[in-house]
Every structure is written in structure tokens, then in C-alpha cells.
């Protein structure tokens, strides 16, 4: 018998033996009666049997109570969870039916990767170790298309994926190589693994283009979280047959806004407006404030084309240097945005306040306006600064407002986590030139005020529906209160740049870290401090369960004020419209299902939006090697040191081997490494003085070494 084909029967026999021992677990078996169980007959066969039992007995796998009678060692036979791949090749299964990770060692994987949803087998733990288990079937793939280098060898290829947990080279047989040189960038997509087979068989799909290029670059970063470059053109057809004419008959049905002042608020670059602020004084002396967004719940409808791919993607990706829309520019540039002098189909939250921002009378509707002006945030600060302009009136009462709204709801607990967003300027083929840090001023604190209030009020709406006992499914957006652990360790971590965190409750937390928020603007730890105050946190997640969010301290919030980019704020749009004409409860279990699929995709968002950054970082620094920088330590790791250029906010790694003054060691509760023999100490927020060493653009890796004689 041939080595490979051994080996390939060894493994379906390994699996087969451990099925039938699973399925009696309280039974001993040898080897001639698991041959009976499996029909197998011939003495070869039987032979190969009885090796898997010892092998896997001497594992830990089986246990062998008489000699030659083998049983199962199980934990709890069959759980299923997330995998999550080591560089090792080995993974963990994440479940939440048990307390621990399981280990899979490399040859139990069955050809499961990163991210896969399994159903596993597990053993019983061995010595009080981790327990361990192997992948028995793939529930679900996470992902089935990779970007990465092309090979050619003759008439076949190989796909080398950027994908660091991705392990293995996809084989691409000569059918499958399409217009693809060798060098190339490009995505293929998987269509074949079979049992035994080293690696997975593909296609290329895309060619990307040379590595190194920018939109190679950028579109190979895209794929590496699972986000389409572009859409399907039967989505593209649908959205262009939707029609932009608004008919009296719709207008009919709305209440109509296109007389009163409107207008939008942005940033310069925008071409997606899908929030806009109408003001309107009252005879009574109070003010009617409405918080317009895109209807776009009336173009797309469910289980259309386009419902579907918005659900799917579930947000637009905003990388450094383009937007992937969640829609079609056809609907987020075109029929649903609030561009000036238009009429167009809203959704909206409208307002009677006094004078002291209290809310006398709320309105929830579809709606039609005709924005009046398009601000940039830039031209609607110079109105807020020099008091004059076009609709300086409104903009000021506007603005008087929103600081009332804000005061009470950081008197109520809300934490102001203001973080440096640093922004490249770049030439037009998309190099950067330059960096400079965003700047938040009153015109963008005014509209994320009204926004978070329309969001507050309409969650409260619908979470106060109805009799006491009877909910109504919602799309929440919750915040948990943060892990006591993780504060702890940060308190103690503040309080070396001499600042206290008081976590006597939950007030008094946030109270806090306020003030450590306001204290450290424009001080070198800023960053380092803010970013670690914010991975203290618990992360907002979308949910249908009812729950508060921590940071803003609201008792309700959802998402209802981006629907041309986030597809939960177009669930709650659907829901509110369906509960505002006295509709039943949509099912819980199916909008669960998609709040948690948003949730990962946001999630996968905000890591590709990442990659861009360190991307056009790498590709700032890369004409500066050998150049010095100060810099603060803003991470640390047992193979290196994470350094921030204080000028230009580049981020890169001082490898510990390349350390030479000494031999240092991560020491994790104390954020910070020590050298073994001088006792030297780098910690988080340290000043260092650094010397830019290598850039790899496609690793998207900036290597820095110390500069030593610096004190």
C-alpha cells in the first residue's frame, strides 16, 4: 500500500474508531468488534485499526481499562465553536459550552481554518490540562476567498494567502489561472479540498495587480477581511432600475418638511449625506428640532438583490484613502442621499424643546424634505466662531442646545473617550504626503448630539411599547459596563502618570476618567492612555435584547441615524415603521441572527480600516529609513516594543533581538520589558528615541531599532 494512501486511511480510520467509541462512551471495545461495527472484514484493514487504538490511546485520546479494550475519554462528546489557528498550525476551538479553549492538534483539524464554524469531539483533560478535542465536521466556512501572491510552476500556480492564519497555499490547477502572470496580486476563491489532500484546490477570481501598488494594495486588504471590491452586477441592475421620482401619492402619505429651514452638516469629502437637521421657532417660544435620515427602508426592500448584499456586507468600509459603500453609489451617493435642493424621502425623529433642551412633544414618521444647504463642518464652525452667516441663527441655537444635551448626559455617567484620529493628505495617486490629526469642534459635537438623541429616543419608543409583559423586537445598541479586572489593571497602570481612577461605582468611574480624558489632551500619553481606557471597555454590540448602553449612559439606544451605511440602522428603520402603524413583533430569533452578523462585520470593518492605516503609515516612512524620530512606547509584546513617532503618529516595532544593550523580557502585569542584567525598564508612555530600520509594504510592517545613547 502506498505511503500517502496509508496515511490518507490511517486518518479516516482514526475518525471512524473515534465516532463509534463516541457513541459508547460507557463501553470498552477491542478491535475485532469495532471491525464488526464498521462492516470491515479483511485482516489489513483490522491491522490498521488496531494501530489507530494504540496510537490514539497513547494520545490521551482512548483509554485501555483491560488490555486490548479500548474507550472513549470524554469530556462532553460533541460541542461546537469557533476556530481560532496558532502560527503553529495547531488551533483552539472557542465554544461557549464550555469554560476552556479546546486544543486541536494540526492532524485532528480535518481541513477546518481560521474562523470556521465546527462541530468538534471532545476528550477528557489530561493531568488538569487544557482539554482537547478534533474537528469530527465543518459547520460552516468563514471564508472562502484569499488574497495573496501568485507562483507559477508550468501549468499550474500557487496562492500564497496574506492571510497570516491562513496556513496553507492554495492550489490553483491550469484551468483555474485565468489572465494571472506570476508575481501577481490577486484573490482566489477555494472550490476543492478533498480528504487527504495537502492543500485546497482554487481559482483565480480577481488579479489585483503587482504588489506594492497602491490599489493592489488596498483591494488585497478588502479581501482579506471578506469585503467584495465590487458589486454583482445583477445588484448594480436592480438599484439602477429603482426609480428617483417622488410622487404626489408618496408625498401624501408623509408629513412634509420641504418649507421648513434644513440643512446637512459633513465633512468635505462626503458624497453620502444621510442626516439632516430641520429648525423651525415656535409660536410658543420653544423650537421644533427634526432629525431627518434617508428613508432608505423604502428603496430597499427585504429579500430583494440589494437587501441582501447590504445585508451581507453589513456596513461601508471607510479605508484611508476610499469608501466601499454598503449600497450602490446608485442609492448612497444618489436617490437616498440628502444632497441641497432635492426633494427627498426621510425618515425622521422631530423634536418640540424649550429653551433649556427639555423635550416637550416627540414625533416619529416618514417624512419628505428639500434641504435648504449642504455645510461642511469647516464652513458651519466659521458660522458658530464669527456668529454670522447664512442660518447663523439657527446653527447658534442649535449649538446652545446641543451643549445642554451634552452636560446632562455626562452629569448622568456618559465617558468622553475623544481620540486622536490621525488623517493622511495625499497626492493624487493616493501617496501620502502628509499627516495631520483631526480636529473635533463644536460643529461635529453638534450633530453627533441630535444624532445620539434621535438614536436615544427612538430606542425608549419602542422599548416603552405596549403592556408591561409584552416586548417588541428591536435592533439595541448595548454597552457593557466595564470588566472590574481590566480596570483595575488600568487604574493601576494611570496612576503612574499620577492620575486617579475611582472605581467606586459606576459614576465615579466615569466621573474619572472624564477628567483623566481632559487632563491629557496634548500630553505625549494621550494616545497611549485613551487607547488603553478604551480596551478596558466592553465592546458595543447590536442585539434584540434590551440592555443599556454604559458609555453614553442611555438606559435605551439604538442605531437609527446612518442607514446608507450601517445595515442595523435599516432594521431599525423597518421596525419602527411596522410598530408605528400597530404591526405584531417581528421574530426575535431572525433579527438576533442578523444583529450578530452586523456586529462581526463591523467588526472586520474596523480591522480593515486598521490595515489601511498601517498600510499608508509603512508607505509615509518608507523613504525615511535610517532617519531618527521620538517617539512614546504604546505596546509591548514577548518578541518586541511598540513605538509612536510623536510628530506623525507612525506606528512601529523595536524587535527584542535587535536590542543589544542587553537580554530583555516581557513583563505582561506591568506593561512594560526589563533587561535581565541591567534592569532597565521600558514601560507604556516612555519616551524613546527610535531610527527607522525596514518598511515591508505588503506586511504593512514598520521595523524601528533604539537609538541608545538617548536618555
Not at 183 to 195: E, F, L, N, S, V
Not at 535 to 560: E, N, P, Q, V
Not at 647 to 668: H, P, Q, S, T
Request: with cysteine; charged share 30%.
Amino acid at each position: 500500500m502506498a505511503k500517502k494512501t496509508m496515511k490518507g486511511l490511517r486518518q479516516i480510520f482514526t475518525q471512524l474508531v473515534v465516532n463509534i467509541l463516541s457513541q459508547h462512551p460507557n463501553q470498552a471495545l477491542n478491535y475485532k468488534q469495532i471491525s464488526a461495527k464498521l462492516n470491515i472484514n479483511d485482516e489489513e484493514s483490522r491491522k490498521v485499526i488496531l494501530e489507530v487504538l494504540r496510537a490514539e490511546a497513547k494520545q490521551g485520546t482512548l483509554s485501555e481499562p483491560t488490555p486490548g479494550k479500548f474507550q472513549i475519554k470524554a469530556l462532553k462528546t460533541f460541542v461546537v465553536g469557533r476556530v481560532d489557528m496558532a502560527a503553529s498550525g495547531s488551533a483552539y476551538v472557542i465554544t461557549p459550552e464550555l469554560d476552556q479553549d479546546v486544543y486541536i492538534a494540526p492532524r485532528k483539524l480535518r481541513n477546518a481554518l481560521n474562523g470556521d464554524t465546527v462541530k468538534i469531539f471532545v476528550y477528557a483533560k489530561n493531568n488538569g490540562r487544557q482539554p482537547e478535542g478534533e474537528v469530527v465536521e465543518i459547520l460552516e466556512r468563514t471564508k472562502w476567498e484569499y488574497s495573496g501572491l501568485v507562483t507559477l510552476e508550468g501549468k499550474f500556480g500557487f496562492l500564497v494567502p496574506d492571510d497570516r492564519k491562513m496556513l496553507h497555499d492554495i492550489f490553483i490547477p491550469q484551468q483555474g489561472l485565468k489572465n494571472v502572470k506570476d508575481g501577481d496580486k490577486a484573490i482566489a476563491r477555494i472550490t476543492d479540498w478533498p480528504q487527504g489532500a495537502k492543500n485546497p484546490i482554487g481559482e483565480i477570481i480577481h488579479v489585483l495587480g503587482r504588489p506594492g501598488e497602491n490599489n493592489t494594495e488596498m483591494n488585497a486588504i478588502l479581501a482579506d477581511f471578506g469585503f467584495p471590491i465590487m458589486f454583482p452586477e445583477n445588484v448594480e441592475t436592480e438599484a439602477n432600475q429603482l426609480s428617483d421620482v417622488i410622487t404626489s401619492e408618496e408625498i401624501s402619505k408623509r408629513r412634509d418638511f420641504r418649507a421648513v429651514t434644513t440643512f446637512t452638516i459633513d465633512p468635505a469629502d462626503a458624497k453620502d449625506f444621510d442626516d439632516a437637521i430641520s429648525f423651525k421657532k415656535l409660536e410658543n417660544g420653544n423650537y421644533e428640532i427634526g432629525v431627518h435620515i434617508a428613508d432608505v427602508s423604502h428603496y430597499v426592500q427585504p429579500d430583494t438583490l440589494l437587501d441582501r448584499e447590504a445585508q451581507e456586507r453589513g456596513t461601508s468600509v471607510y479605508l484611508v484613502d476610499r469608501v466601499i459603500p454598503m449600497l450602490p453609489e446608485r442609492l448612497s451617493n444618489g436617490v437616498c442621499s440628502l444632497r441641497p435642493n432635492e426633494e427627498k424621502l426621510t425618515f425622521s425623529a422631530v423634536f418640540e424643546m424649550d429653551g433649556k433642551a427639555n423635550i416637550i412633544n416627540e414625533w416619529f414618521g416618514r417624512t419628505v424634505i428639500n434641504s435648504d444647504r449642504r455645510f461642511t463642518y469647516e464652513e458651519a464652525q466659521e458660522i458658530l466662531e464669527g456668529k454670522d452667516g447664512q442660518f447663523a441663527d439657527e446653527l447658534l441655537t442649535l449649538n446652545k442646545l446641543a451643549y445642554i444635551l451634552r452636560d446632562h448626559r455626562f452629569a448622568l455617567g456618559a465617558i468622553n473617550f475623544e481620540t486622536t484620529e490621525v488623517k493622511f493628505k495625499l497626492d493624487a495617486k493616493g501617496k501620502p504626503i502628509g499627516v495631520y490629526v483631526k480636529e473635533r469642534k463644536d460643529a461635529h459635537k453638534l450633530i453627533e448630539d441630535f444624532m445620539l438623541l434621535a438614536n436615544r429616543r427612538v430606542a425608549e419608543y419602542v422599548a416603552k411599547l405596549g403592556p408591561k409583559k409584552r416586548t417588541y423586537t428591536f435592533v439595541y445598541r448595548v454597552h457593557d459596563a466595564p470588566d472590574e479586572t481590566m480596570l483595575l489593571k488600568f487604574s493601576e497602570f494611570a496612576s503612574r502618570f499620577g492620575y486617579k481612577i475611582s472605581t467606586k461605582s459606576h459614576k465615579e468611574i466615569s466621573k474619572s476618567l472624564n477628567f483623566l480624558m481632559d487632563d491629557v489632551v496634548g500630553k505625549k500619553e494621550q494616545n497611549v492612555l485613551t487607547q488603553l481606557a478604551i480596551r478596558s471597555m466592553a465592546k458595543a454590540i447590536y442585539t434584540t435584547k434590551k440592555s443599556s448602553h454604559y458609555g453614553l449612559a442611555f438606559d435605551y439606544y439604538t442605531h437609527f441615524t446612518s442607514p446608507i451605511r450601517r445595515y442595523p440602522d435599516v432594521l431599525s428603520h423597518r421596525l419602527l415603521a411596522q410598530y408605528l402603524v400597530n404591526g405584531k413583533s417581528a421574530n426575535e430569533a431572525q433579527y438576533e441572527k442578523m444583529c450578530e452578523h452586523s456586529s462581526q462585520m463591523e467588526k472586520k470593518a474596523a480591522e480593515a480600516e486598521r490595515a489601511s492605516v498601517k498600510y499608508k503609515q509603512a508607505e509615509y516612512l518608507k523613504d525615511n529609513i535610517g532617519e531618527e524620530f521620538e517617539g512614546v512606547v504604546s505596546g509591548v509584546t514577548e518578541w518586541g516594543m511598540y513605538v509612536e513617532i510623536i510628530d506623525n503618529k507612525c506606528e512601529g516595532m523595536i524587535r527584542l533581538r535587535d536590542m543589544n544593550d542587553d537580554f530583555y523580557v516581557l513583563d505582561e502585569a506591568n506593561y512594560c520589558i526589563i533587561g535581565q542584567r541591567k534592569k532597565k525598564k521600558y514601560q507604556l508612555g516612555d519616551t524613546v528615541k527610535i531610527k527607522v530600520k525596514a518598511v515591508n509594504l505588503i506586511k504593512r510592517q514598520i521595523d524601528f531599532v533604539m537609538v541608545l545613547n538617548h536618555q
